[in-house]
């Protein structure tokens, strides 16, 4: 009996990196698993494929996080096929770096409203029937660059710092209803979006890293779970930093 | 479904979403006063209740209706019920004791108004809105 036996779990964003990780790991450990992508659909049957390949029920949708009605036909659409829904991994994210001073203020927008405002849909969306279940576990996926200054990334850092604040808060106001809120802040992991970042000053980087390497995306995945299991049951509002010691 | 069985099936939906014990929850009984609940309650008990009966309760309606059709300047002045409001909430929630539509009332008092009856009398207009039974 896998960790997570029995239970629906949606990956917002799971047809790659640290959310294909998520998808993978989570059926792995018996869940139930769903998982919305944005537009690479091959990817998405990739990573469906996968877990059915495993004998695990998986549900792939198409969603955009910055859409309320394409989030409410997700959340719909997962309680439906599993009559509930008792994880939800806020992983969605897109990056648009450029230096703050030159930054287009379309840039600036859609990072926002992708990583934050996909994360205030979706758990909206997903907080009614987690209070009819009176239990959930929701984990929001931060970044090491909340808390530490990126140059070029003003828009991912302020996201992502705005989701821990939100994870706190949240998680003050559903603890009443069993419904855990946390937060993961992954440092560079080795994933499509962080290619370029470690390709230009990955040297460099990786010498401010304790463990002296980058992260796996499954090394991030394994917290995220045990999140969403019955081991963390007393954690709520905290952000778990998984970046192999990084700038300590 | 007759009224006695609305009343029965609105007063566990309460019983469950707050998780007290069925001895303490009667018609008049006062959501916040004496059951401790909290805002987010209300809205498990509305989300329970749509769920139940099969109806749509939009959110902020509740609180719209029980302004009974004033504006927002008609029914408070600086957060606080003025007298024509007094008299629209009296006339919306006569399951409420009138001792407690008074001067100095404010806005955000008024959930603590609700007492078990509030929603009964909530799911009652919204079935007949609909016809049903």
Request: aromatic share 6%; glycine share 8%; proline share 3%.
């Amino acid at each position: 009996m896998g960790r997570l036996a029995g239970r629906a779990v949606l990956v917002t964003g799971g047809s790659r990196g640290i959310g294909r990780s998520c998808v993978e790991l989570a059926a792995a450990e018996g869940a139930r698993v769903a998982f919305t992508y944005r537009a690479n659909t091959a990817a998405a049957e990739a990573t469906t494929a996968a877990v059915r390949a495993t004998g695990v029920e998986c549900l792939a949708l198409q969603a955009d996080g910055t859409d309320r009605s394409q989030v409410q036909a997700a959340v719909q659409a997962v309680v439906e096929a599993f009559d509930r829904i008792d994880v939800l991994i806020n992983n969605a994210g897109i990056i648009r770096d450029q230096l703050m001073v030159a930054m287009e203020p379309d840039d600036w927008d859609a990072v926002l409203a992708t990583n934050l405002g996909g994360t205030f849909h979706f758990t909206q969306e997903v907080a009614q029937p987690m209070m009819l279940q009176k239990a959930g576990r929701i984990i929001n996926l931060s970044s090491a660059a909340a808390t530490q200054g990126g140059r070029g990334q003003a828009n991912y850092a302020a996201s992502k710092a705005a989701i821990e604040a939100f994870t706190r808060a949240c998680a003050v106001e559903l603890a009443p209803k069993g419904i855990t809120v946390n937060a993961v802040a992954p440092g560079l992991i080795e994933t499509d979006m962080s290619r370029e970042v470690r390709s230009l000053a990955g040297d460099r980087i990786r010498e401010e890293i304790a463990l002296r390497r980058f992260g796996m995306p499954e090394e991030v995945a394994r917290v995220v779970l045990f999140l969403a299991s019955d081991e963390a049951t007393y954690i709520t509002g905290q952000v778990i930093h998984v970046d192999g010691g990084l700038r300590l | 479904m007759d009224n006695n069985q609305v009343f029965d099936e609105v007063r566990a939906i309460i019983l469950e979403a707050l998780g007290v014990d069925e001895k303490e929850v009667e018609l008049k009984t006062r959501l916040i006063e004496e059951l401790d609940a909290e805002s987010l309650d209300f809205l498990d008990i509305v989300f329970r209740l749509e769920r139940s009966f099969g109806i749509k309760i939009p959110r902020g309606e509740i609180e719209r209706n029980a302004r009974g059709g004033l504006s927002d300047e008609e029914f408070e002045d600086n957060g606080m019920v003025t007298p024509e409001g007094l008299e629209a909430l009296q006339r919306v929630m006569p399951e409420v004791d009138p001792i407690y539509f008074k001067d100095g009332l404010a806005v955000r008092d008024i959930p603590r108004l609700f007492t078990v009856e509030t929603f009964y009398n909530i799911i009652l207009a919204k079935l007949a809105e609909q016809g049903r039974p």
